[in-house]
Every structure is written in structure tokens, then in C-alpha cells.
Antibody
Framework: EVQLVESGGGLVQPGRSLRLSCAAS????????MHWVRQAPGKGLEWVSG????????GYADSVKGRFTISRDNAKNSLYLQMNSLRAEDTALYYC??????????????WGQGTLVTVSS | SYVLTQPPSVSVAPGQTARITCGGN??????VHWYQQKPGQAPVLVVY???DRPSGIPERFSGSNSGNTATLTISRVEAGDEADYYC???????????FGGGTKLTVL
């Protein structure tokens, strides 16, 4: 069974940093691109970032470019999101999701259960 | 950047057909994917590549895509279909993934 488990969320002050992790199991991790998608409380889905199977192709939403960094460790079957200079508007449930292929151009299936990030003083 | 437009809400009686639209400039030239999200749960893929269904998704869920509008159709709607539905495409121009704003389906 494919499983994605996010961790690392929590309460953080504006301007500080946080690193999210996503542990993957049940599939050959280094065959697939991976993504982070977030959902602010009561709002819709927002794609945050995606990374190809070999980290050769990486993309970011304009809202986080220059502040967030996505990475992966294929040896550890893990995906990461380093979030710097956090703002109140970054408060959201952050989901990890598997792409259908090695490139970051497909659909997302499955999704993890998410980890909550709250940015507040 | 590419924009996907969905109606905020759609209501339908049990047993009837629900149609949820997703509008975008020449969206017919893109592959559209649809997700169902129930309260407190992660999104679940229900249609991919405009009209294909993942295993385990009922045949009642179908999709189409042409021109400037993609449509998710749910036939013989059940109470358990009540959820938020999101469309998604990959925009090759920006190399970004894009979601629609979501549609809340209410079963009357």
C-alpha cells in the first residue's frame, strides 16, 4: 500500500523557519516526482512546489519562490520542504502528494494526511 | 498565470446528476484532473486525464473536456458524494500546477 506521512508542522513566529518532511513507502520512490500542496483554513488547494524524480526539475509557486526550498533524499524515501521567512499567510495544512510519473507534470495520487503549519506571534 | 474557474457551489437532489464545471482559456488542449475532498480528509483523485477513472472510483463519476470548459459529471448522486471538488491542470507555459478554486457539492 502506498503511504505518505508528513511531519514537522507546528506553531512558528513570523520570520522564522520550519522544515517539513514526508516519509514515503509502498512504491519505488525514486521513480516518481513529488509535490507539496497546501490548504489554508477554510480555503482551497494551492500547489506549493514540485520536484522531479532525480531533482533535475524543480518548481515553486510565485507565493513561496525565494523563501521555500524543496528537496528529496531517494535513499531515505523522503521529501522535504524548507520554509524560511514564514508569514502569517503561510498558515495552512501542508500535504505531500505523489505524481503519476517522474516529471512534475501529472496528477496527484495519493496524498498524505497533511501537517499543520501555523505562523503567529 | 493560468487561471481555473469553478462555481463555488452546486446543489442536487439524490439520484439526480451533478455537473461541476472548470473554466480556463483553451482548457480543452490540457489534461484535466479532478479531486474529491470530504471534511477533515485529504483530497482523493476521482478523474484523471479528462475522463479516466482510478481503480475504486465508481462509474458514476465521469469527465469531459472541450474548448474552454471541463466538466465533472456525477450520475445518480448519493449523500456520500457531498464534498468539495477541485479541478487541476499542469500549465506548460509556467511549468506550474494549477488548481481551481473548488466547488462545494451539496446533496439536498
Amino acid at each position: 500500500e502506498v503511504q505518505l506521512v508528513e511531519s514537522g508542522g507546528g506553531l512558528v513566529q513570523p520570520g522564522r523557519s520550519l522544515r517539513l518532511s514526508c516519509a514515503a513507502s509502498g512504491f519505488t520512490f525514486d521513480d516518481y516526482a513529488m509535490h507539496w500542496v497546501r490548504q489554508a483554513p477554510g480555503k482551497g488547494l494551492e500547489w506549493v512546489s514540485g520536484i522531479s524524480w532525480n531533482s533535475g526539475s524543480i518548481g515553486y509557486a510565485d507565493s513561496v519562490k525565494g523563501r521555500f526550498t524543496i528537496s528529496r533524499d531517494n535513499a531515505k524515501n523522503s521529501l522535504y520542504l524548507q520554509m524560511n521567512s514564514l508569514r502569517a499567510e503561510d498558515t495552512a495544512l501542508y500535504y505531500c502528494a505523489k505524481d503519476r510519473v517522474g516529471a512534475t507534470t501529472g496528477w496527484f495520487d495519493p496524498w498524505g494526511q497533511g501537517t499543520l503549519v501555523t505562523v503567529s506571534s | 498565470s493560468y487561471v481555473l474557474t469553478q462555481p463555488p457551489s452546486v446543489s442536487v437532489a439524490p439520484g439526480q446528476t451533478a455537473r461541476i464545471t472548470c473554466g480556463g482559456n483553451n482548457i480543452g488542449s490540457k489534461s484535466v484532473h479532478w479531486y474529491q475532498q470530504k471534511p477533515g480528509q485529504a483530497p482523493v483523485l476521482v478523474v484523471y486525464d479528462d475522463s479516466d477513472r482510478p481503480s475504486g472510483i465508481p462509474e458514476r463519476f465521469s469527465g469531459s473536456n472541450s474548448g474552454n470548459t471541463a466538466t465533472l459529471t456525477i450520475s445518480r448522486v448519493e449523500a456520500g458524494d457531498e464534498a468539495d471538488y477541485y479541478c487541476q491542470v499542469w500549465d506548460s507555459s509556467s511549468d506550474h500546477q494549477v488548481f481551481g478554486g473548488g466547488t462545494k457539492l451539496t446533496v439536498l
